[in-house]
């Protein structure tokens, strides 16, 4: 069975909670989270956890629908933790936001699926991929009270050494300091000269 899609509630539930004097870890002055969101936000990776089964925390990764010989169809999840960035907010709107995907540490429930996701995204050369927005994200009045947001980020991805425009969705929220935000998107393997692996056991794989 594939690990859950991406889900806000169900990342929300990871951070860390406020602590008995009100101060939070995730706040990005460091101290007590008073409703202004502006400022630099940095990507935290020590609240909640990663591993492939249950991700609480940070991580980046693919779905992929296949159909197995024997098996019939499944989902292939890779996932990966290594993820940095940042993100600048003025009042209620993002400015500037960057982030990066260390591709080499990307896992599944298999090791010989492991490297064809390696062969594939050619992570001998392009052993990152990034994302960074190049219009501002409006977030609302929501973005400081705590209420869950809707956005669209606008940007450039960069996998393969490929770069496109995408518009990204995404949900985001803060809680107890920290900015949660999950979103997912479809993409072509061809649009990133990404060739679909084969292997005898892989009867079909989507092209997405």
Same mark, same amino acid.
């Given at each position: 069975d594939a690990p859950e899609e991406v889900d806000l509630s169900a990342a929300t539930a990871g951070v860390a909670q406020q602590d008995s004097d009100g101060s939070l870890?995730?706040?990005? *002055?460091? !101290?007590? =989270? &008073?409703?202004?969101?502006?400022?630099?936000?940095?990507?935290?990776? *020590?609240? !909640?956890? =990663? &591993?492939?089964?249950?991700?609480?925390?940070?991580?980046?990764g693919f779905r992929i629908a296949e159909e197995l010989a024997g098996i019939g169809s499944t989902t292939a999840v890779g996932r990966t933790g290594n993820v940095s960035g940042t993100m600048e907010i003025d009042g209620e709107t993002v400015t500037a936001a960057s982030f990066e995907v260390d591709l080499t540490t990307i896992t599944t429930d298999d090791s010989r699926r492991d490297d064809k996701v390696q062969d594939a995204l050619d992570t001998s050369s392009f052993p990152t991929a990034s994302f960074t927005i190049t219009e501002p994200i409006e977030l609302g009045s929501a973005a400081s009270t705590g209420d869950p947001v809707s956005v669209s980020a606008i940007g450039e991805l960069t996998i393969n050494g490929v770069t496109t425009k995408v518009e990204f969705p995404l949900d985001a929220q803060v809680v107890d300091g920290t900015v949660v935000v999950v979103g997912s998107l479809d993409i072509a393997f061809s649009d990133y000269g990404v060739e679909v692996p084969s292997s005898p056991i892989v009867l079909s794989v989507d092209d997405n």
């Open positions: 870890d995730g706040a990005a *002055d460091g !101290g007590t =989270f &008073d409703g202004d969101v502006s400022g630099t936000w940095s990507v935290d990776t *020590d609240t !909640g956890d =990663f &591993d492939y089964e249950s991700a609480t925390g940070t991580f980046a």
